[in-house]
């Protein structure tokens, strides 16, 4: 059974930095999408950044690019959101996903799904 647990979620200051790591387990993870998406409340689940597990590709939303970074540790099988400078509309729940996708920001692509870990962003 495919785990995907998130940490690393917190307070922090506008301008600040944090780092959100997933833990994954329950399969082998090559050949698929590894993704990261936030929802605010009232606001639709939106894509922030993915890494495909062989080869390490990575897309990032426009709204991110330049300040978060995503990363993948295959010998740790955890995949990394380092985000800096981050901003108060930054603040929302953070998940993780894996999927066997083409389309890796649209989140219907993705089985798996992390519990979500808050992040929240004070101005």
């Known amino acids: 059974q495919v785990q995907l647990v998130e940490s690393g979620g917190g307070l922090v200051q506008a301008g600040g930095s944090l780092r959100l790591s997933c833990a994954a387990s329950?399969?082998?993870?090559?050949?698929?999408?590894m993704g990261w998406f936030r929802q605010a409340p009232g606001k639709e689940r939106e894509f922030v950044a993915a890494?495909?597990?062989?080869?390490?590709?990575?897309y990032y939303a426009d709204s991110v690019k330049g300040r978060f970074t995503i990363s993948r540790d295959s010998a740790k099988n955890t995949v990394d959101l380092q985000m800096n400078s981050l901003k108060p509309e930054d603040t929302a729940v953070y998940y993780c996903?894996?999927?066997?996708?083409?389309?890796?920001?649209?989140?219907?692509?993705?089985?798996?799904w992390g519990q979500g870990t808050q992040v929240t962003v004070s101005s």
């Open positions: 996903a894996a999927g066997l996708t083409y389309s890796p920001t649209d989140h219907r692509r993705y089985n798996d």
């Open positions: 890494i495909r597990w062989s080869g390490g590709f990575t």
């Open positions: 329950g399969r082998t993870f090559s050949g698929y999408v």
